[in-house]
């Protein structure tokens, strides 16, 4: 849970998706964060006070003086948090913020703030457009706040185009990532997910269970510690991890091609994917009519993608996913072996709350010598995180091949 116990700052200013905002303390609430929220006067125009009190279950801050405002607020809110999330960022503030001005609580308190600062723009899309707004976030950005870039749609005044405030998902993520360690800053991982797709025809493949649940959680948290990720996916109804680049593909052998175009450039490769092992010897151009009570269908093995790579391995750690049934440990240390891996994780997949499609996940995770951890029912994000731990102290310093 990466909000558990954050103190976050939230400074709403005033523009139509301050509507949008509750919905963010709401969830930054119900994921644990304890959540102090700071409205500027025309905010407060467009939604209440009360709703953020109620949402929060914390006084709102307001106003510097009078009644309900406490002496040194100013100081200390933007201190005592983890980090600052403005959303939505109107142009007005991005100017008063680039020239250091400070007339109201919340500009004042950035002011003074000592913490990450995460800015969402949300505005008109001329006004997002102008050059003297544009000029205030790359100032911003220049001294190291993240300035999110507004999302493009049909806005609330009528126009379309880029203004719209970013998706509470793509906001909660990019605050995630100033709160996380930045172990994997610098490092390129490469991570597959999701099933394939084995067309007997032009309607029908061969697949399996796999929703690509695991390996996009690996590719959002590794992006979260700082990498530079690049996901190949199977089919899956997932969308792309925020900052992940992603590549969609569909049988064993178009995610081999990915695999091996990408593999000299990474360090890590985490292979989540539930690769099909065979597919039909012969795909049919038309749909096959339905004939004989029994049909059959050849089918061929497709390569096996981490032994493809096994003799092109240089500094890569490697790390396999093992699906068992049973025999989970014996099973996965023969593929750690067979496939010439650095790690392998293996779960369990007749359980219910475990393996495919589900959102929690139990593994071990084996290394080449010794069983290194056994896990228990985790969420799938909290397993991503395990298993980067365990790669990140298989990565040679940044910049140095890996010791032996
Ligand atoms: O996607 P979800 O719904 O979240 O489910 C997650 C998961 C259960 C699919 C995932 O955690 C998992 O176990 N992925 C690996 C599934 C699998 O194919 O296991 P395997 O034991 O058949 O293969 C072992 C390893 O070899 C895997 O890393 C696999 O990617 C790789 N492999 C398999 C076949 C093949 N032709 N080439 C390969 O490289």
Redesign the pocket.
């Known amino acids: 849970m990466v909000f558990a116990d954050r103190r976050i700052l939230l400074g709403v200013s005033g523009g139509i998706a301050a509507y949008k905002a509750a919905e963010l303390a709401r969830r930054l609430v119900s994921g644990g964060a304890k959540v102090k929220v700071v409205m500027t006067r025309s905010a407060q125009e467009f939604v209440t006070p009360l709703t953020f009190q109620v949402l929060t279950g914390e006084k709102v801050a307001t106003t510097m003086f009078g009644p309900g405002s406490e002496p040194l607020e100013h100081v200390a809110l933007g201190q005592e948090a983890d980090a600052i999330v403005l959303a939505p960022a109107t142009a007005n503030l991005l100017g008063k913020m680039a020239s250091g001005l400070g007339d109201d609580l919340l500009t004042t308190i950035l002011l003074a703030a000592n913490k990450p600062i995460l800015v969402c723009p949300a505005m008109n899309c001329e006004m997002w457009a102008n050059p003297a707004v544009q000029e205030n976030a790359a100032r911003l950005q220049d001294r190291g706040l993240t300035v999110l870039t507004p999302e493009a749609g049909e806005l609330a005044c009528g126009a379309v185009g880029y203004g719209r405030l970013p998706e509470v998902e793509t906001i909660l993520e990019a605050l995630a990532r100033l709160i996380s360690p930045q172990d994997l800053a610098g490092r390129r991982i490469l991570v ?4 394939t797709h084995e067309d007997l025809d032009p309607v029908r493949f061969l697949t ?10 690996l590719a959002k948290v590794a992006r979260r510690r700082g990498a530079q990720v690049y996901l190949i996916s199977g089919p ?1 109804n997932l969308p792309a991890p925020y900052g992940v680049e992603r590549l969609m593909v569909r049988s ?1 052998r178009e ?2 091609d990915a695999v091996l175009a990408r593999f000299s450039q990474t360090e890590a490769l985490l ?7 065979y597919h039909p010897t012969c795909c049919d151009e038309h749909k096959i009519k339905r004939g004989p009570v029994e049909l059959t269908a050849h089918l061929t ?9 096994a003799p092109l391995k240089k500094k890569q750690v490697v ?6 049934t049973r025999d989970l440990e014996a ?2 240390r023969k ?1 750690l072996q067979d ?1 010439g ?1 650095d790690l ?4 369990e ?1 007749n359980r219910v709350d475990s ?4 959102d929690t ?1 139990e ?1 071990t995770i084996i290394g080449k010598k010794k069983l290194l951890v056994h896990l228990p029912l985790l969420s ?1 994000e909290e397993v991503a995180d395990k298993v980067l731990d365990q790669v990140s102290a298989l990565l040679p310093p940044v910049g140095k091949g890996k010791s032996a």
Do not use: C, H
């Open positions: 597959t997910a999701g099933p399996n269970r796999s929703s690509g649940k695991q390996g996009y959680a899956s064993a995610m081999l292979m989540a994917a539930a690769v099909g092992d093995q497709n390569p096996d993608i981490l032994r493809t790579l790390v396999g996913f093992a699906a068992e099973a996965a593929k496939k891996l392998i994780v293996a779960n997949v393996g495919f499609a589900v996940n593994v799938k």
